[in-house]
């Protein structure tokens, strides 16, 4: 855990920090289809205490738990009319040091804005997003090897 590292969530915003998952198995799960007020595609849990030497200990900000994937990862709103803004969120690699992720953020089928990140296994990576107006967001990794990643307090204001 990194209590140094403070992401700054603006006033009406929402942090998702992936602590508070319903009936969280202790080790790692999928995320429920409908968490935070968000619909997630393909995205799952883990305990980071459970895989200490992996590079997940760098993305865990609060509590334990973060979300991880190794192929893209979809949060999106519940109805196609409503959007979000998502303002940043803590990011790593979990077992390589050649991951590639990027990020997509959609309104609709009419991609808005796109940023892509080069994560490692020794440091946590903070994305500063500010994208108004998406109601779809894709984390896609790339690279050699395992190209897991995990993501941490997700800043949003619905």
Known sequence: MHPHLTIVCPAGGSIITFDDIPNADPVQGTIPAVYANLQWVDANYINVTARPTSGYRFVVVSGEYIAWNNVALTVQTLLTN?????HSCVMAAGWSDAVTLT???YRSATQ???TSFSLNTYQQAVALFQWSGVNKVVFTPSGSGYIDFGIDNLCVTF
């Open 103 to 105: 990020v997509v953020g």
């Open 112 to 114: 808005l804005y796109t």
């Open 82 to 86: 409503n959007t979000i803004t998502l």
